[in-house]
């Protein structure tokens, strides 16, 4: 072996790395390393002679960089490159509206949760926004009432990186939901750490547009008779057994495609605890 051919070594200089090229498709979420910005592909343009992809964030505000390195995908940096002999095809829509993340598998869950009332609270919004929150890593959890809230809050232990979104029911001056969260926000170290909305219906299944199941409003039920069998029972639906008010809300719930077809008092709540949930912390 001749070791004269060795001539002098810099052995402090890291060998160079190649980013690994990804296609910039519609729904590809990238963020861009410099200024933090994270969205998903809706465009592709050529200006100037270079390539422009635009990104859309989960409010569907758009920003544009140059195609190129410079982004993370999954934490990892790579260069996005225009699609190969194809264009981009057209962004996918999620059942809440946002623009669906292609071939990405659902993030570990974090350690902030939203609670919501009860299993069909849970089931509706998994329905609509289940897309999105696994990618953002948010777990809804049903609480089955909210009569001890606020042991369960102390409980949960709430912090920077482990944030409470609370949806209530029939949040509405002077009722009973409203003296207890108001009882829980007394402490003023939660406000930064948990956020309760709620909606004024009696039951999420009124936040369902009736014109979405083909009726010009939900029926009038009686104090005397227990809400969803009195909903039931006017739609002519089974309605005496647990397992009949479960039956039936799968027949509501099966009717609900998108955000389209539930009340904007609904979706602006569910969209503000996912915004607060997945804030930067400060």
Do not use: C
């Not at 990238?30 to 933090?36: I, N, P, R």
């Not at 990405?104 to 849970?122: F, L, N, P, Q, Y």
């Not at 926000?185 to 909606?199: E, F, Q, Y």
């Not at 227990?226 to 089974?238: D, N, S, V, Y």
Request: hydrophobic fraction near 45%.
């Amino acid at each position: 072996m001749h070791f004269n051919q060795w001539g002098p070594q810099d052995l402090s200089a890291p060998p160079k790395r190649i980013l690994p090229k990804v296609e910039a498709l519609a729904g590809v979420v990238a963020e861009d390393v410099q200024t933090g910005w994270v969205g998903a592909v809706v465009r592709l343009e050529k200006s100037g002679g270079m390539h422009i992809v635009e990104l859309a964030d989960r409010r569907e505000k758009v920003r544009a960089f140059p195609l190129g390195p410079g982004f993370l995908i999954d934490g990892e940096p790579v260069e996005l490159i225009a699609p190969v002999a194809t264009a981009v095809r057209k962004a996918v829509r999620t059942a809440s509206g946002s623009v669906k993340v292609a071939d990405t598998r659902a993030r570990v869950a974090k350690a902030s949760r939203i609670w919501v009332e009860g299993k069909h609270d849970a089931e509706l919004v998994e329905k609509v926004w289940g897309d999105d929150l696994r990618v953002e890593g948010i777990v809804v959890e049903p609480l089955r009432g909210i009569d001890d809230l606020t042991a369960a809050v102390a409980d949960f232990s709430p912090g920077p990186y482990r944030r409470l979104g609370i949806l209530v029911d029939h949040l509405v001056p002077g009722s009973k939901e409203t003296r207890i969260v108001a009882n829980l926000m007394k402490s003023a170290g939660l406000r930064n750490h948990v956020l309760v909305v709620g909606h004024p219906y009696v039951d999420v299944w009124q936040a369902i547009k009736p014109a979405t199941l083909g009726i010009l409003a939900w029926p009038t039920v009686p104090r005397s008779i227990e809400w969803k069998q009195g909903i039931l029972q006017a739609f002519g639906w089974p309605h005496s057994t647990a397992e009949d008010i479960g039956l039936g809300w799968q027949r509501l719930l099966s009717r609900v495609n998108s955000y389209a077809d539930l009340e904007p008092s609904l979706l602006g709540r569910v969209e503000e605890v996912i915004d607060f949930l997945t804030a930067p912390v400060s």
